[in-house]
């Protein structure tokens, strides 16, 4: 048994592409969104949502962590975990809550690595990522002895 889960950021305000996710990605196990949507919750009922430092609506977590197919995701944002100059505070919470994987976003750039055994996940922004490549999202596709993960551009 696997679980396919959509992974999006920083989308700042822009509806349409989440829409688009969610029409392309209509069968998917679940939406994450980590945080930077500028929007309120209600808008955003599909997803499982943080808070990034430019969400000011009432009823979003600092910090959430999901258990699925084995694995425990620890899903924020990143603006309070100083992650520009580097993930260790992210591998550090991750261990301290047993997490294999962390998903946060707030640098609008892809990335995806492993560290210290554990997987660092960021999908870039859906409106406009900072090293200049498209904006996109992640699919991951979760097995209880794998993570398969596909880099996705907006159409």
């Not at 600092?62 to 992650?83: A, W, Y």
């Amino acid at each position: 048994m696997s679980a396919e889960i959509i992974l999006v950021s920083d989308n700042h305000s822009a509806e349409k592409p989440l829409e688009y996710v969610l029409r392309r990605h209509r069968h998917a196990d679940y939406f994450i969104h980590c945080g930077d949507s500028q929007m309120p919750k209600y808008m955003l009922r599909s997803f499982i949502c943080v808070r990034g430092n430019n969400d000011f609506e009432p009823g979003f977590d600092k910090e959430f962590i999901l258990s699925v197919e084995d694995h425990r995701i620890l899903i924020l944002h990143g603006h309070l975990e100083n992650i520009w100059r580097s993930h260790d505070i992210l591998v550090y919470k991750a261990q301290k809550n047993h997490c294999d994987i962390v998903c946060f976003g707030h640098t609008h750039m892809y990335l995806d690595e492993v560290q210290d055994g554990i997987r660092l996940l960021n999908p870039g922004s859906l409106r406009h990522n900072r090293d200049g490549s498209k904006p996109g999202y992640m699919q991951i596709i979760l097995d209880p002895d794998k993570i398969l993960v596909n880099r996705m551009e907006l159409e």
